[in-house]
């Protein structure tokens, strides 16, 4: 094992180390060194102690600080970063939940986190949900913007919907113009809430316990909405009220 315990070290020299021991390298890298550099070190059972430079405040992707996370058993300091650099939600997702255990990153890393941006074109609404709870937990607050910059349809059920139009109403992110897609069921009120939310078209089916009169309060009429009329209503609805519905959805009612 190799201990360097007298001031840093650069990249290179831990790399030129590494392939002359097997062994554990105990070291702390230089901090000066950027986020393009600290990618290449070798190994992954080392033990470096290493700083994110405030040059790569904002130029840095998850997948980026994902990768350095890898070289070390340290856990990383990356409290200089401010914002996310366009990348997977996969990736995100990944980097703030390490970025909250403080075996991969000190206590104080991405407590200055601003801003991410997601890339993806399908977005899963519950890994979106969780890497924005993520966040907040870093942050202490609702403060970071996800920036949703692809993305033409969201995924996910009605307890991921619920909890990213809480994150939209706290300007988190901005849920405008997307296609939902809902797994399971979903409210009328809930279902509404989408509506009001995106200009898009929501696919989604509606619980089926819902009566004659609160569908009928199903707003917009371009959305595919899954309907099935409850057995309390076999026998109690009128034709106009039936009509009402089924110019709320583009999808056969059962």
Known sequence: ??????GTISVDTANQIDTTTTGTITASIDTDETV??????????????IVIAAGDATSSSAADLNTINEKTTEAINASAITALTSDTIDNIKTLLTAGNNTEQFTDTSFASLTGVTVSDETLDGSKLADAIDQANSATGDTSVVFTISAATTIEGSEANFTALLTDDGNNQIDIDDQNISVSGTISVDNANLLDATTTGTITASITTTETVDELQTLTGTGNAYTIVIAAGDATGSTAAEFSAINGKTTAAIN
């Open 36 to 49: 393009t550099e600290l990618k290449t070190l070798t190994g992954t059972t080392h033990a470096y102690t």
């Open 1 to 6: 094992d190799i201990n360097v315990d007298n």
